[in-house]
Nanobody, 120 residues
Framework: QVQLVESGGGSVQPGGSLRLSCAASGNIESIGSTGWYRQAPGKQRELVAHITKGGSTNTVDYLKGRFIISRDNAKNTVYLQMNGLKAEDTAVYYC??????????????WGQGTQVTVSS
């Protein structure tokens, strides 16, 4: 059984930093593209950043320069480094990934989310 688990969320003051982790576990054959999303209260879930298996990245324009996505394929883990956090970054952050489990076809998995709160 494949699982995605996010961690690293918490409360931070404006201007602070957090690093989120998204770890995949289970009977995994390969992990393809992975993305970080966020959902603020009363708003739709939105894409934050995306990284391919080969390491090509794409971050939404208004977060470039503050948010950086990276991955460690040996650890089946994707990271989101968030710097210069603002109150409007407060949201539940989710990761998703295209994962091929052993003897299974590829499908998209979602983690359970991790809360990030930016407040003074």
């Amino acid at each position: 059984q494949v699982q995605l688990v996010e961690s690293g969320g918490g409360s931070v003051q404006p201007g602070g930093s957090l690093r989120l982790s998204c770890a995949a576990s289970g009977n995994i054959e390969s992990i393809g593209s992975t993305g970080w999303y966020r959902q603020a209260p009363g708003k739709q879930r939105e894409l934050v950043a995306h990284i391919t298996k080969g390491g090509s990245t794409n971050t939404v324009d208004y977060l470039k320069g503050r948010f950086i996505i990276s991955r460690d394929n040996a650890k089946n883990t994707v990271y989101l480094q968030m710097n210069g956090l603002k109150a409007e970054d407060t949201a539940v952050y989710y990761c998703n990934a295209e994962i091929t489990a052993i003897y299974r076809i590829s499908r998209t998995y979602w983690g359970q989310g991790t809360q990030v709160t930016v407040s003074s």
